[in-house]
């Protein structure tokens, strides 16, 4: 893992290189059961070269808290490990040039399960969905368990969106637990 952030930090596979002040590979345990994949990092990211510092972040923790987690217990990426300037959504070109990263991080973790937070990270492995139809419903995708939530930021601009959240989360508490099947 650690050669992958390495490579991350010396990466100028896209523009997104110019204007970063720090990569932000990702953190966590590298044997996690979980896999959370955001979609790329904002200004308190960008300065901390940490993923979700902010405000969702905190509303992360707290979610992970709701199911007796911690995020030394699962691991925390993004889809383009630098800022999109202005925050503006990450380019066809960025992700795609991103990608090999995170299929490296996931492979080295082998996760049970992995959480997509946001329409960027699920579309990577479900292209064609629509989030709000699916989020917080089981995926099979090839060999992945794919949870497909909102982001976490969804919840500070939309009040209601904090209880689909949670309500979300406890799937998540379900399948680890062993009360929701994976298959
Ligand atoms: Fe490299 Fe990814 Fe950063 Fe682009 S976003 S420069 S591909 S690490």
Request: hydrophobic content about 40%; glycine content about 10%; some cysteine.
């Amino acid at each position: 893992m650690q050669n992958i952030h390495d490579e991350c930090a010396a990466c100028t596979r896209c523009k997104l290189c110019q204007t970063r002040k720090h990569v932000v590979p990702g953190s966590g345990s590298p044997t996690a059961q979980v896999v959370f994949i955001g979609e790329g990092p904002g200004a308190q990211e960008d300065a901390k070269g940490l993923p979700f510092v902010g405000a969702s972040g905190k509303f992360l923790d707290e979610m992970l808290g709701s199911i007796g987690l911690k995020r030394d217990d699962v691991f925390i990426a993004n889809v383009v490990k630098c800022r999109p300037p202005n925050n503006r959504d990450p380019e066809k070109e960025e992700i795609l040039a991103c990608m090999p990263f995170l299929q490296r991080q996931i492979k080295v973790i082998a996760p049970k399960i992995i959480v997509t937070l946001g329409r960027f990270s699920m579309q990577l492995f479900l292209p064609d969905a629509k989030i709000s139809q699916i989020h917080g419903k089981v995926q099979k995708v090839g060999e992945f368990v794919i949870l497909p939530l909102f982001h976490p930021a969804a919840a500070l601009f939309n009040g209601s969106m904090r209880g689909v959240l949670k309500d979300d989360f406890l799937v998540l508490g379900k399948l680890l637990s062993g009360e929701m099947n994976l298959d």
